[in-house]
């Protein structure tokens, strides 16, 4: 349902909340789809300067809804949402900040590989499950992640599934900041009206020339989405799927 994306405008700043607390966060399809048009729209919007995704307390995002890959998994279709919302990513002509609290699982964790600013709560853990449940990295993870992080951290990260501390990724370059519960979502405004405030045009070019070239960004996004398909639909991946299921059920 499209209500478990808040969308809200304070000035020049969009704000993209997920609020799937019952599910702590997990995307489905729907949600994926909301946010990719709530993107595209800011995008296109002189009025937005800058984009901010946030969580709800405890939970930024717990990764994608188990329930849509294991549609993939037994045989029916389905992605293209998720894969618009990847394409958004790479392709946002505007700063994006992020405030994380909690939980950040899966594109809860690579989400944050694409933003320009992102602040983390000491509560928070940054995981990426995917060789785990039989998957690959996601994106664009597997080229930004080692470009951040080093090649042996990324691969700690999305190799090992490692959890990364708050302290931990701020330390590998993976976030900005670490502030407290009560001062996340005013830290995270106050630098979103600081972007804001700047001239717009000199922002852009300052933000393209340390981004570098889109193309391979999107380039490495596609390589990834077509392992994960295939991945998704291996004997190897449903069977992790199906047990991690069963434990949560458990």
Known sequence: MTE????????AIQIIRMNRP??????TRAMYAKMSKTLAE?????????????????????????????????????GAEVWDFLMALARAEKPMVSGVDGIAVGIG????????LTFATPRTMF?????DLGLVPEAGSSLLAPQILGRQGAFALLGLGEG?????????????????ENELEASVLAAAGQI???????????RDLMRGSREELVARIGQESE????????????????????RKAG
């Open 164 to 180: 990364f501390s708050a302290e931990r990724a701020k330390a590998a370059g993976l976030i900005y900041a670490v502030v407290e």
């Open 127 to 131: 995981r990426t499950p995917f060789v």
């Open 4 to 11: 478990h994306i808040l969308v809200e405008r304070q000035g």
């Open 109 to 116: 964790t690579t989400l944050n590989l694409h933003c320009d």
């Open 42 to 78: 800011g995008d296109a919007d002189p009025a937005v300067r800058v984009h901010v995704f946030l969580g709800v307390p405890g939970a930024f995002s717990s990764g994608n809804d188990l329930a849509d890959f294991m549609v993939v998994a037994t045989g029916g279709e389905g």
């Open 227 to 246: 392992h994960f398909r295939e991945r998704l639909k291996s004997d190897e991946a449903r069977a992790a799927l199906m047990a991690f299921m069963t």
């Open 22 to 27: 019952d599910k702590k966060n997990a995307l």
């Open 196 to 206: 804001a405030a700047k001239p717009p045009q000199a922002l852009k070019i300052a």
